[in-house]
């Protein structure tokens, strides 16, 4: 899958948050505990869909161990389960890795 088809579905889906997060103006700022959390998984979401399985300076074990430490995983938040789908999206066609 080419980088382009990664970020088409990435941003098809980002788009497809639920609208509960822009309702009000606390959601909008949000806690900075939310918007520390965004940057993370956004972060983490750059990584897979233009790093794994690519020669670059962050390699597949230190992506693994990026998402590890973000405890995205065990997450439950709406923002969470999106990100986990759309890292396990756009690495769903690699055979390797």
């Given at each position: 899958m080419t980088h382009c088809c990664r970020l088409?579905?990435?941003i098809l889906f980002i788009c497809l948050?639920?609208?509960t997060y822009a309702t009000s103006q606390?959601?909008?700022i949000g806690s900075s505990k939310e918007t520390q959390k965004l940057a993370e998984y956004s972060a983490l979401l750059h990584a897979v869909i233009y790093d794994w399985n690519f020669t670059s300076a962050i390699s597949n074990e230190d992506i693994k161990k990026r998402i590890e430490e973000s405890g995205i995983q065990q997450d439950e938040s709406e923002l969470s389960v999106v990100f986990r789908h759309l890292m396990a999206l756009s690495t769903a066609e690699e055979?390797?890795?």
């Open positions: 088409l579905k990435a948050l639920p609208s606390e959601a909008v055979e390797q890795y």
